[in-house]
């Protein structure tokens, strides 16, 4: 068994900032890419950001510049730093990791989402 375990989210401000966090825990053997996808309401599951193991990222454009992802590989956590937030920022945030589980099968996981709403 393997969970992805999200904290942070809530309401702020337009221009205000959150930090959303995310730990995998369980039978695991190995995390590769971690990262941060968000779905608005009637909306597709997007990309938001990515790394690596070894910390490379990646960004999508709209959150380029005002939005940080890292990594602790030792905790198996993923941190997003989200500044200058904008209402269009409003969308159910998920954790995902592509985790290798003690009995060798690898896959994508997903934590269970948490809300960020951003009012202008």
């Known amino acids: 068994q393997v969970q992805l375990v999200e904290s942070g989210g809530g309401l702020v401000q337009a221009g205000g900032s959150l930090s959303l966090s995310c730990a995998a825990s369980?039978?695991?053997?190995?995390?590769?890419?971690m990262g941060w996808y968000r779905q608005a309401p009637g909306q597709r599951r997007d990309l938001v950001a990515i790394?690596?193991?070894?910390?490379?990222?990646n960004y999508a454009d709209a959150v380029k510049g005002r939005f940080t992802i890292s990594r602790d590989n030792a905790k198996s956590t993923v941190t997003l730093q989200m500044n200058s937030l904008k209402a269009e920022d409003t969308a159910v945030y998920y954790c995902?990791?592509?985790?290798?589980?003690?009995?060798?099968?690898?896959?994508?996981?997903w934590g269970q989402g948490t809300q960020v709403t951003v009012s202008s």
């Open positions: 369980g039978s695991i053997i190995n995390v590769g890419d």
């Open positions: 790394t690596g193991t070894g910390g490379g990222t």
């Open positions: 995902a990791a592509s985790v290798v589980d003690k009995v060798g099968t690898g896959r994508l996981y």
